[in-house]
């Protein structure tokens, strides 16, 4: 196994590879919440600060084919939207009656950007800037810190504090399934690669429920021995993966999931 260190930094709370796997970002969050933006050329090693890049941004999201870095103010109720061929802010999106951000990411095809808040998920257009739907929370049970696109960008996942989950169809705008589960502070999800089930583990929980995403039927589970910190379908859809807060990383066969680990 061949491996390549970066220049050292100092406390990265998130990083994503472009597509082509040419760029590589990275989210550097100190203990006041502020942060900044740095990418990588990984052929050249070279590194660029973005600019105007304000320290309370707090989530991060870069476009699937490295064109755009997407950062969340989250206290604000903005996201900053940066060219990353040039390092230079092209504006900043305002999401409106959110007074909190919790979550972005792009879809698959990288035309939209989700973000979800208190107390709705904005979806915006990366091209025109602008906003072309807003898929509401349950207000009774907070707001959706967690969203997740399928692989083909056909829905969209979010969970509430309150242990609502909700699938839209992103096409259509409509909500497909609920699912009542328990609270979470954070939510992990996990699309199959054909998008017809859907895996979600709360952040402090030890279970990862597998389910239909049409119809919300759970098909299966599996139980951790610690709170699960990350979850993930392989592209081909024959693994499964998740790690554990006591550092595990476990593979399993994504056909079945009715077990104990």
Same mark, same amino acid.
Not at 89 to 95: A, G, R
Not at 157 to 186: C, D, M, N, Q
Not at 203 to 222: A, P
């Given at each position: ?5 970066? !220049? ?12 082509? @796997?040419?760029?590589? /970002?990275?989210?550097?969050? +100190? ?11 990984? =052929?050249?090693?070279?590194?660029? #600060?973005?600019?105007?890049? *304000?320290? &309370?941004?707090?989530? +991060?999201?870069? +476009? !699937? ?5 997407? /950062?969340? =103010? ?14 230079? #802010?092209?504006? +900043?999106?305002?999401?409106?009656? $959110? %007074? ?13 950007? $989700? ?17 072309? =739907? ?5 207000? %009774?049970? @907070?707001?959706? *810190? ?12 979010? @969970? ?10 992103? *096409?259509?705008? #409509? ?6 589960? &328990?609270? /979470?502070?954070?939510?992990?999800? $996990?699309?199959?690669?054909? /998008? ?12 990862? %429920? ?16 610690? *709170? ?16 554990? #807060?006591? @550092? ?12 104990? %680990?």
């Amino acid at each position: 196994t061949t491996q390549q260190i970066l !220049p050292t930094v100092t406390g990265p709370s998130q990083c994503f590879f472009s597509r082509g @796997g040419q760029l590589f /970002a990275t989210d550097l969050i +100190s203990h006041q919440f502020g942060g900044e933006r740095r990418l990588w050329a990984l =052929a050249s090693d070279s590194v660029m #600060k973005l600019t105007e890049s *304000p320290q &309370e941004l707090c989530r +991060s999201s870069l +476009s !699937p084919d490295g064109r755009y870095l997407a /950062a969340a =103010a989250r206290m604000t109720g903005a996201v900053h939207l940066w060219d990353t061929a040039t390092g230079r #802010k092209i504006c +900043s999106l305002d999401v409106g009656q $959110a %007074n909190c951000i919790f979550d972005l990411q792009f879809a698959p095809d990288g035309e939209t950007l $989700a973000v979800s808040s208190f107390p709705h998920a904005v979806i915006w257009d990366v091209k025109t800037r602008r906003q072309v =739907a807003m898929l509401r929370s349950d207000d %009774n049970m @907070g707001g959706m *810190p967690s969203i997740r696109y399928s692989p083909d960008g056909q829905f969209l996942v979010g @969970g509430t504090w309150g242990g609502l989950i909700r699938v839209w169809h992103v *096409p259509s705008r #409509k909500l497909v399934t609920e699912i009542h589960s &328990e609270p /979470a502070v954070f939510w992990n999800f $996990a699309f199959s690669a054909d /998008a017809l089930r859907v895996a979600t583990a709360s952040s402090s929980g030890y279970t990862i %429920n597998f389910w239909e995403t049409l119809t919300g039927d759970r098909v299966g589970y599996i139980v951790s021995t610690s *709170p699960i910190r990350g979850i993930e379908f392989s592209p081909d859809g024959r693994t499964f993966a998740y790690a554990n #807060k006591e @550092g595990q990383v476990v593979l399993s066969d994504s056909g079945v999931h009715d077990s104990s %680990n």
